[in-house]
């Protein structure tokens, strides 16, 4: 069964858009021959659009045309010109912010006015800074003996298979492509099945952009079927993978069954963030609201574990309530929406079973703990308070609008319950003592620290976990080792024996 490429969609809001709905492989929009997949709208339960997915066969056709240009074309692309094709991706991105911002505010449910302010605007920032890259990378000279010449060469990887999430469609996107196209490779991008429409809008500027064709390929489909050929692929010199720890680890098997891929993982999170005696709870509250309710509480660094000093708990939640509140639930293209449906059935359902386990645990609901509305995947902003960490909804990862909170005696009590858990992929502390804040920051085994503010990135601060949470580091000047290998060079001088 197939389908013309462009489709129209409805939009929750009585308007329409035009979305891609094939394959882009080698510059191209081509239809796949696996199952089509219906992509559903979290607001309102309805079938957005169909969908191509690659089978097999398909996989084997982007990756050997990323393969092919990358041995025929791309690595000898000055890389002045790399970042100039990626400069002006992003002007094309800039003119198309609208139109992307809704294709990922009607797929993921997220609120236009974040998906236009932030993710969308982030992510240009994010080819703009990779692309100021491109002609940077380089190795060394070293002295080694008189008679010697010694160099290092940073050399690209080859092709790059990366797959991607639902939560942040365009800017796990850039977090991907924008570095491994900087250092010169190829790539074959699986989109999440179930939000796919702006990562192919996104190959429709790829093309427009003047990328030699097979740079960018973007395919969608299954994970245990086309992100797993495309993991297994012997031609796939790395894997960029972000998910769930459970799929990194399938990735991590079939790296090791195929060609030893370099892998790069940004798994699952249960991060903490720990409110002291002396925070300024005012902030403490806006900050930490922000840390678990942002994007809906579908974000891998979500503090969704607050641990607050005893003696400042009552006044802590009483404003940590009062910032959750102000939450404007609603359909995504109202532009006072901040919190939109959750992404899927199956996740909706999940989270209201974490709330309802949570509470036969002993814990308590103090706010929210239900559905919002009668239609679409809305839950209310959910506040759990007598939390333990021997409880189930302080060690799993719910990946909803869902914060516990518990208590601690002292920094160090807080500095091991934080550190009580599988993950270890980022975490927060609020204190007026700077040498408080550091302690925990040291102490706490967490790739990302944030002091007196939460969920706070920039295009030059690397991100990545420790532990369950994964290895290898996005963005900064810290990701361009994830999709580069070094190569030494000697050469005999004065050669003559």
């Not at 309102?44 to 066969?57: L, P, Q, R, T, Y």
């Not at 890389?79 to 800039?94: C, F, S, T, V, Y």
């Not at 429709?204 to 395919?219: C, D, M, R, S, T």
């Not at 518990?406 to 091991?416: R, Y």
Request: overall charge neutral; charged content about 25%.
């Amino acid at each position: 069964m197939t389908q013309d490429d462009i489709q129209t969609i409805k939009l929750s809001n009585g308007k329409s858009a035009k979305a891609h709905t094939h394959l882009f492989i080698n510059n191209e929009f081509v239809p796949g021959n696996g199952p089509l997949i219906e992509t559903i709208n979290p607001a309102n339960e309805e079938v957005i659009c169909k969908v191509h997915s690659a089978d097999k066969n398909d996989v084997d056709r982007a990756v050997n045309a990323a393969y092919d240009c990358y041995n025929k074309t791309w690595r000898k692309v000055a890389p002045a010109e790399r970042g100039r094709l990626i400069n002006k991706l992003a002007d094309l991105m800039e003119r198309d912010k609208d139109e992307l911002a809704t294709l990922d505010a009607v797929d993921n449910g997220k609120s236009f006015v974040v998906a236009r302010d932030v993710d969308v605007t982030d992510s240009i920032g994010c080819y703009r800074y990779f692309a100021g890259w491109a002609d940077k990378i380089h190795g060394k000279t070293i002295d080694t003996t008189f008679d010697k010449l010694c160099y290092t060469r940073h050399e690209a990887l080859g092709v790059v298979g990366a797959i991607i999430p639902w939560n942040y469609p365009t800017m796990m996107a850039a977090w991907k492509f924008a570095p491994a196209l900087a250092a010169g490779n190829t790539i074959v991008m699986k989109s999440s099945e179930v939000t796919p429409l702006s990562t192919l809008k996104f190959g429709e500027l790829v093309k427009e952009a003047g990328f030699p064709a097979g740079v960018v390929n973007i395919i969608t489909g299954y994970g245990h079927t086309t992100g797993n050929f495309l993991s297994q692929h012997p031609k796939v010199s790395k894997m960029a993978f972000t998910g769930s720890t459970v799929t990194g680890r399938k990735i991590m098997e079939s790296s090791s069954g195929s060609n030893l891929k370099k892998l790069q993982l940004e798994l699952g999170g249960k991060s903490a963030q720990i409110v002291l005696a002396d925070a300024d709870l005012e902030n403490a509250a806006y900050w930490a609201c922000g840390g678990i309710f942002n994007n809906h509480g579908q974000s891998c660094n979500a503090g969704s574990r607050i641990f607050v000093h005893e003696s400042v708990h009552d006044k802590f939640l009483e404003l940590f309530i009062a910032e959750a509140k102000k939450i404007k639930i609603g359909d995504p293209f109202d532009e006072e929406t901040f919190q939109g449906p959750q992404i899927n059935k199956s996740q909706f359902e999940k989270i209201l079973g974490y709330i309802e386990l949570g509470q036969k645990e002993g814990a308590k609901v103090v706010y929210g703990g239900k559905r919002w509305g009668t239609k679409g995947y809305y839950i209310e902003p959910t506040v759990l308070i007598h939390c333990h960490n021997n409880m189930r909804v302080m060690r799993e990862e719910i990946f909803g609008p869902v914060v516990c909170i518990g208590t601690f005696k002292t920094i160090e009590e807080a500095i091991n319950l934080s550190n009580d858990s599988d993950y270890g992929l980022a975490g927060g502390v609020y204190t007026k003592n700077i040498d408080d804040g550091i302690l925990v920051a040291n102490e706490v085994k967490a790739g990302t620290m944030w002091v007196n503010c939460y969920d706070v990135f920039d295009q030059s601060t690397p991100f990545g976990g420790y532990k369950q949470s994964g290895f290898g580091k996005e963005l900064g000047k810290y990701a361009l080792q994830e999709y580069t290998q070094v190569k030494v060079v000697k050469v005999q001088l004065h050669s003559k024996i």
